[in-house]
């Protein structure tokens, strides 16, 4: 056989807006599908993580005495409920084209629309959340420039889908990709300033947790709910970490995609 | 066939590497010899418009992998693709839809999967669903509906979808018999508009009934091509050839047009199975109809074909004609006939045509299987039921 010829005439692309007309139906799918079956529906969303500040709130400031931070609940709620989206969102990317076989092994669409709807579909739960710490930055009475949860949201939305369409274009063919994702979650949880901030720490783990790209988000939304100041220099680091998983999380998900069909 | 073809495959192969279960730890740091093997190759294969065109094969022999390839979401190994811009599969029953939502959200988010915009699917709601037959039902979460609304409904998104190429995946045979009827018509219907269709089946009348030509895939390699019928005919041969210790196998009880053959029985005076039968028995077969579509008057043709010698006898059924059929309704034939032939294999062929001989209904060819052991001092093809006597004359 002679050096294996391959020319796959590729039907012209469609025009963008109907990729996004499709992505925009599969993540309602998703956000829709989530709740579905609970009373509460998408409270849920906002009702897990709040219950989570709440004790951790409780536990840190009654129990272990811990001051030195102002409206400690509120801070740590406005650090749980982005960090509760950056995980869900995570993970959900993770296993988006395992989840999608059947529709992966049939359907020619751009691959890459499972993960990103999966990120969309916890994107859409987590304006509930974005309603709740507009409610408590009221009612604690220091909002700040509310105009700077819409950079939060952008930003941390591109940092889950550069780092879930990594992941997700390794647990294609590594299926034990998504429980190693679930137990670095659960580092990061820790090595992220939720319930904490990063003046307590030593100036060692201060130097290392720049390179978590959650601390400049968290930064920005407790500036917009919190009137707490903006660490720029964490804000620029988020956004470089952001850009290369971005290149390479599409790189790598462009170059696995060819055999996902295959691999399902 | 004039035109440009919609769909060309050249010299098209995919292989696959048979991997251990990897875990991330062992695929990295592992690495294995994988072994490869090719699950399709060197097929060529044209899909004009208005065509329909088979692929057959038993069981892993490269349908799927063909289906796969031609849907362009897998990338074959070698060769050279071109595919129209709308394809449509057929997605698999449960695949595409979610249970927990309604026919509505599943229908519009199916539809846009297969390539409609929102404003499309809007415009063409009501055909799908009224094709379906699942209006009164359409609210519901689909995990309510009974398997038959489910198909039906994921059989109309893919029909109303306007593609340049339909793939029809195995779905027809499970739906029941007057839902493959309309899927068949509204197929039929889609070819005389110009669509390509590729008709993936184990159903050999089916695609019989339904291709234009069809090709036979086996280990991955195309091993005849051409028209249906001699294509589905080289595949009937290639499976009784293997049927040693089956004698009786009925090669395909598939949906066909109007009739369908549910089963075909046969037993000689002495009832004896058919690999033990004498030269000159009287062989009595009884085939059993259903029609799953009103169906017109027909008469029944029979043959016998030998092994290796084609057509032996071949007679029809004279002024008894089979009555016009409803829809459901089941009928038996009997035939009788005297076992003139010598000892060797045959097999039985038969068919229903129009009164009048224009259009064959359905056909089955090769349908049972029977041994006739030789008359012991006889050869030949015939047997002439023998008999000597002797005299003494005086002179």
Not at chain 2, 106 to 126: C, H, I, T
Not at chain 2, 271 to 291: I, N, S
Not at chain 2, 297 to 307: L, Q, S
């Amino acid at each position: 056989m002679s050096a294996a010829a391959i020319t796959v005439d590729v039907p012209a692309p469609r025009r963008t807006r109907h990729w996004v007309a499709l992505w925009w139906a599969l993540s309602r799918k998703n956000f829709q599908v989530r709740y579905k079956r609970a009373s509460l529906g998408m409270m849920w969303v906002v009702i897990q993580p709040t219950l989570q500040a709440l004790v951790v709130a409780f536990v840190f400031q009654r129990v272990f005495r811990i001051t030195g931070t102002d409206r400690y609940p509120a801070f740590v709620l406005a650090g749980m409920l982005p960090w509760a989206y950056f995980a869900q969102g995570v993970n959900a990317a993770t296993t988006a084209i395992v989840e999608n076989s059947a529709l992966v092994k049939k359907v020619a669409v751009p691959l890459l629309l499972f993960p990103l709807a999966s990120v969309g579909g916890i994107a859409l739960t987590f304006m509930a959340s974005l309603v709740v710490m507009l409610v408590v930055g009221v009612v604690n009475g220091h909002l700040g420039p509310v105009y700077l949860l819409l950079p939060a949201v952008v930003l941390q939305s591109l940092l889950i889908g550069g780092l879930g369409a990594l992941t997700c274009s390794f647990n294609v063919a590594y299926r034990d990709v998504r429980y190693a994702v679930e137990s670095a979650l659960v580092i990061g949880f820790y090595a992220t300033p939720v319930f904490y901030t990063l003046d307590r720490l030593p100036p060692g783990a201060r130097r290392l947790l720049r390179f978590n790209p959650m601390d400049g988000i968290l930064s920005l939304y407790r500036a917009a709910i919190l009137d707490r100041p903006v660490d720029g220099a964490a804000v620029a680091w988020s956004i470089g970490i952001t850009t290369a998983f971005l290149v390479v999380g599409l790189a790598a998900f462009r170059w696995r995609s060819r055999e996902f069909a295959d691999l399902v | 066939m004039s035109g440009a073809p919609l769909f060309v495959a050249r010299g098209v192969g995919k292989r696959y590497t048979l991997r251990p279960e990897r875990s991330i730890v062992l695929g990295l740091f592992k690495r294995e010899r994988a072994r490869s093997f090719w699950a399709l190759r060197h097929l060529d294969l044209e899909v004009h418009p208005g065509e329909v065109v088979g692929v057959i094969g038993r069981n892993g022999a490269g349908k799927s992998t063909f289906l796969k390839v031609a849907a362009g979401v897998s990338t074959p190994n070698e060769g050279t693709l071109q595919r129209p811009r709308f394809i449509a599969p057929l997605i698999e029953v449960g695949a595409g839809f979610h249970p927990e939502l309604t026919g509505r959200e599943n229908v519009e988010l199916n539809a846009q999967l297969l390539g409609l915009s929102p404003k499309e699917v809007r415009a063409r709601f009501d055909d799908i669903v009224e094709f379906a037959g699942v209006a009164y039902a359409i609210d519901q979460p689909v995990k309510q509906y009974s398997s038959g609304m489910f198909m039906r409904l994921g059989f109309s998104i893919a029909v109303h979808t306007t593609p340049e190429l339909l793939v029809v995946d195995e779905v027809l045979a499970v739906g029941d018999i007057p839902f493959q009827t309309r899927c068949i018509e509204r197929i039929e219907a889609m070819r005389a508009e110009g669509v390509g269709v590729l008709f993936v089946s184990h159903s050999l009348s089916a695609v019989q009934r339904l291709c234009d030509r069809a090709v036979l895939l086996e280990k991955g390699e195309p091993v005849a091509e051409g028209d249906a019928t001699t294509v589905v005919a080289a595949y009937q041969r290639r499976i009784t050839s293997e049927l040693h210790g089956t004698p009786t196998e009925v090669v395909d009880m598939g949906p066909t047009g109007d009739l369908q053959l549910l089963d075909v029985e046969a037993v000689n005076t002495s009832g004896t199975t058919p690999e033990e039968w004498q030269p000159g028995d009287l062989v009595t077969v009884r085939f059993q109809f259903a029609a799953y579509h009103d169906a017109p008057a027909g008469r029944i043709n029979v043959g016998i074909e030998r092994d290796g010698a084609g057509m032996v006898s071949q007679w029809h059924s004279g002024a008894l004609m089979l009555p016009p059929m409803v829809a459901g309704q089941h009928l038996e034939v009997t035939a009788s006939f005297r076992l003139n032939v010598a000892g060797g294999t045959y097999f039985l062929t038969g068919s229903v045509s129009a009164v009048d001989w224009s259009v064959p209904f359905v056909s089955f060819p090769r349908c049972l299987r029977f041994e006739v052991e030789a008359r012991p001092g006889a050869i030949g093809l015939v047997d002439v039921e023998p008999s000597f006597s002797l005299a003494e004359v005086t002179v």
